[in-house]
């Protein structure tokens, strides 16, 4: 599989397998070893998932060596603090059976409990983010969902810039201020949903353009996905769609029919204000 190179030098596979309501039980577990018996090298959790230990089954049973999958988590909306960030990173690696992760996230710019002084608490989470970085337990950091402002006060303390937003891109929602700004600061987007949560499979333009090319549609948003520069997370639970999802190197979508794509509006749905939303 190909990579993306982080600001940091850090090589991460350029799809991921996204993990966000799978079960964290045998189910779980099946359907990561179906993702990395497939081809998949980068497994997307989350502290919030409630999943952590399935991927972590998934991986010792898979056989293949640690060094050899890139994998994320997040830090969950309640533990934004210096102390929180630290003893629930332990929990993580402890759920994952690893004692480093490649990528650990910010979740949520602007969680519930600390709507008023989300600023201070990114501040204080970040530090620890950059210690836990500095000391080798994690080898990339960044964020989730965040939008400009909250990037902006992020940098006003941060000695390591962000080297990863995961936002909500697919068609219909492209936030291109958004992706036009983190790609100004080397941040990499990465696509959560990049299917719209099913929802683009019932889009006219897609079903047509995925005959077009005699794919899938879930094969040609990924596709797009890649070639606007960023990094889907395709989930799934069934491992014949697993498989499918991740052959998407074949063909090449051209300018005009990504241009079309990208065009698309209210066809999927659209993500939360991470400053409004109540959790």
């Known amino acids: ?11 991460i596979p350029v799809i991921g397998f996204g993990t966000w309501q799978m079960p964290n039980d045998e189910t779980g577990v099946n359907a990561v070893l179906s993702a990395l018996e497939a081809g998949y090298r980068h497994i997307d959790t989350a502290q919030g998932y409630g999943n952590e230990q399935a991927v972590g089954k998934a991986l010792r049973l898979s056989g293949i060596p640690r060094n050899e999958v890139f994998i994320t988590s997040k830090l969950d909306n309640t533990n934004h603090s210096y102390e929180l960030t ?3 990173f332990a929990q993580t690696l402890e759920n994952l059976g690893t004692d480093y992760l490649d990528l650990f996230l910010i979740h949520w710019p602007n969680p519930l409990n600390f ?8 501040a204080e989470t970040w530090k620890a983010f950059e210690e836990l970085y500095n000391a080798g337990k994690i080898r990339a950091i960044g964020i989730s ?3 400009q402002h909250h990037i902006n006060e992020l940098l006003k303390t941060a000695q390591i810039p962000p080297q990863v937003n ?3 891109l697919c068609p219909g929602e492209t936030q291109p201020e958004l992706v036009s700004f983190c790609k100004q600061h080397g941040i990499l987007l990465e696509a959560y949903s990049p299917l719209g949560t099913g929802q683009i ?3 006219p333009e897609i079903i047509s353009l995925s005959e077009k090319y005699n794919t ?3 094969r040609l948003c990924i596709r797009w996905s890649i070639q606007n520069g960023w990094l889907p997370l395709p989930k799934s639970v069934n491992p014949e769609r697993i498989k ?3 052959d998407v190197f074949s063909f090449t979508i051209s300018p005009e029919d990504c241009q079309t794509i990208a065009d698309l509006t209210d066809c999927a749905g659209h993500s939360l204000d991470p400053d409004t939303t109540p959790w």
């Open 86 to 88: 630290m003893s629930s």
């Open 244 to 246: 499918q999802n991740l």
């Open 166 to 168: 995961q936002i909500r």
């Open 1 to 11: 599989m190909d990579n993306y190179t982080l600001s940091n030098g850090v090589q």
């Open 216 to 218: 899938t549609p879930a």
């Open 115 to 122: 709507r008023s002084h989300w600023q201070s608490a990114n």
């Open 201 to 203: 499979f019932s889009v």
């Open 145 to 147: 969902n965040f939008r």
